[in-house]
């Protein structure tokens, strides 16, 4: 069996891995910036579509499309891994793209009535577009480590977000479509910049040839594929986890409707603790390549090890994020969001503690994805937004149920992710007890048989 380093992240170094958070940030505060500078351009009906633009947007194309990346990179590091040709991979993972597109198409003009028009909804057609171009880039590039060009591409989304909504803003553009249009054009600006870049290394082939006959044979037959059915459990994980992170704040709004005042400072406070929520998926990039060609080796000690760094970091910063939680957040929110009254500690705390927990689980969750339990990741996100949902109803102060409502949601999704984690351990067991019952039988006959080989990501 193949031992693997995993406490190296590959070729592109630990401070290319370091920019991969970095610039996720930076991409989610242009998309800040943008909703800020359109607030004072734009009339408060037309900055409260673009805001529901902005939502949608993010909803729909990179919580369809992050699958996208997520399985690409996992099938394509395990292909590199055993030695594979990456093409069929490739091959399969643009036909289950263009699929999941149609899907994303659909759902935009299905909020077409959440929208001022139909020229609105086809911009938000054309934003899946260029969401899943820029998700089907990123894929190969963390599969191959290459994370400066991988973090390059939100760096040129987030400038290009950045400099669309200055020129609006200083030529007083209050037209919804023109903003519209800055958030739609960037990921697509940042996805063709970043390919035609990196196309001279070999990380990706022609159209023509990931479509041609040849090589859509060698997929359907290759292990090494993206299958629709990982897709779909890895894209109701990604929406059901938007739904854990964001649908508490709105709960709390719309229970304390008649107090606007406690709802606001809810909300600030909730904003500023799911900050490092955008963090989670980049840790997630720079984790799974390795796992995920680990597990091709089946060295189960290795994916261990790999987690082990992230999981020390987390612990240690756990007592300094709560206690930041009590005495800095309120302080924070009343002066960056101007509000007059903040949550009470308990429930600034308990969303402080539901942040570090859901960390862990997408820590943890990195194992589970890479021995193939898409079901069981995309389960356990599932059952803590409904025990969210269910726990946000319990009458009481809404901003401590809220608050709990959510911290109960993460701890169902680490359990849920523990218990993915213990059935790969059952299987290997189960695979290497298997294994000398056959040698025993055969020398028992004398037959010599070949022992059959068990495979417990199968299992």
Not at 293 to 298: C, M, N, P, S
Request: glycine share 8%.
């Amino acid at each position: 069996m193949a031992s693997l380093r995993l406490g190296q992240v590959g070729d592109a170094g630990l401070r290319a891995a370091v920019c991969v958070p970095i610039s996720q940030v930076l991409l989610a505060g242009a998309g800040y910036v943008l909703l800020a500078l359109a607030a004072r351009t734009m009339p408060a009906a037309g900055f409260a579509v673009i805001s529901a633009f902005y939502l949608l947007l993010n909803t729909i194309g990179r919580g369809v499309f992050a699958s996208v990346e997520l399985e690409t990179s996992r099938v394509l590091a395990a292909a590199d891994a055993a030695g594979v040709n990456g093409r069929p991979v490739l091959a399969s993972a643009v036909r289950r793209a263009a699929v999941l597109l149609a899907v994303a198409i659909a759902l935009s003009f299905a909020a077409t009535p959440l929208l001022p028009g139909v020229d609105v909804a086809l911009a938000l057609a054309l934003g899946s577009c260029t969401m899943a171009a820029s998700y089907c880039v990123r894929g190969p590039l963390a599969a191959r480590r290459r994370f400066r060009p991988y973090s390059l591409t939100f760096l040129v989304e987030a400038a290009s977000t950045l400099l669309g909504a200055a020129v609006l803003a200083l030529a007083g553009v209050d037209s919804v479509v023109g903003w519209a249009a800055v958030l739609v054009l960037s990921p697509g600006v940042a996805a063709v910049l970043v390919a035609l870049r990196t196309s001279g290394v070999g990380l990706f082939v022609r159209m023509r040839t990931v479509w041609s006959a040849g090589v859509r044979e060698p997929a359907r037959g290759s292990e090494h594929r993206v299958v629709m059915t990982a897709l779909i459990w890895t894209s109701l994980f990604y929406l059901s986890s938007q739904g854990v992170w964001n649908l508490a704040p709105v709960s709390v709004t719309s229970a304390l409707a008649a107090a606007p005042s406690e709802a606001a400072g809810f909300v600030a406070v909730a904003v500023i603790l799911r900050a490092p929520v955008f963090v989670f998926p980049a840790i997630q990039a720079v984790l799974l390549p390795s796992v995920a060609a680990a597990a091709e080796h089946d060295d189960r000690d290795g994916t261990r090890r790999a987690l082990r760094p992230p999981l020390l970091l987390l612990g240690a910063a756990s007592i300094p994020w709560l206690l930041a939680a009590t005495l800095i957040v309120p302080g924070l929110a009343r002066t960056v969001f101007a509000v007059q009254e903040v949550p009470p500690w308990s429930a600034t705390t308990t969303l402080a503690a539901s942040t570090l927990i859901g960390a862990a689980a997408f820590v943890l969750q990195t194992r589970a994805l890479a021995f193939r339990r898409h079901r069981d990741v995309g389960l356990a996100w599932l059952s803590g937004l409904c025990v969210l949902g269910l726990v946000s109803a319990v009458p009481g102060d809404p901003r401590l149920w809220g608050a709990l409502a959510q911290l109960a949601a993460a701890v169902v999704v680490l359990v849920g992710v523990l218990v993915a984690d213990s059935r790969i351990g059952r299987t290997h067991d189960e695979g290497r007890l298997s294994a000398p019952s056959v040698h025993e039988a055969s020398d028992a006959d004398g037959s010599r048989a070949e022992p059959t080989a068990v495979d417990p990501r199968h299992a």
